[in-house]
Nanobody, 121 residues
Framework: QVQLVESGGGLVQAGGSLRLSCAAS????????MGWHRQAPGKERELVAA???????NYADSVKGRFTISRDNAKNTVYLQMNSLTPEDTAVYYCNANIRRYISSHAYDYWGQGTQVTVSS
């Protein structure tokens, strides 16, 4: 079994910062790409940022220059540093990871339970 556990969400004023963490645990052989998505009320879930196993990031245009994704492969953990937050960043943030559980298995996508980020104006 694989679990992704997020932490670091909360309430912050506009212009503030938050750092999200997501740790993958369980029977894991390797972790490929990891990423963060978000879903605001009444909107579809959207990709915020992703990072390859080699550390190459990509970002949604709406967060470029404000958010930074990173990972610690030894800990199977991905981070999202969010700066200059605006009320438009308010959403539930979900981490996901493409994980191979065994050397002979396929890799599958796993999701965390989500963490709420609320930015007040």
């Amino acid at each position: 079994q694989v679990q992704l556990v997020e932490s670091g969400g909360g309430l912050v004023q506009a212009g503030g910062s938050l750092r999200l963490s997501c740790a993958a645990s369980g029977s894991i052989f390797s972790v490929n790409a990891m990423g963060w998505h978000r879903q605001a009320p009444g909107k579809e879930r959207e990709l915020v940022a992703a990072i390859t196993s080699g550390g190459s990031p990509n970002y949604a245009d709406s967060v470029k220059g404000r958010f930074t994704i990173s990972r610690d492969n030894a800990k199977n953990t991905v981070y999202l540093q969010m700066n200059s937050l605006t009320p438009e960043d308010t959403a539930v943030y979900y981490c996901n990871a493409n994980i191979r559980r065994y050397i002979s298995s396929h890799a599958y996508d796993y999701w965390g339970q989500g963490t709420q980020v609320t930015v007040s104006s």
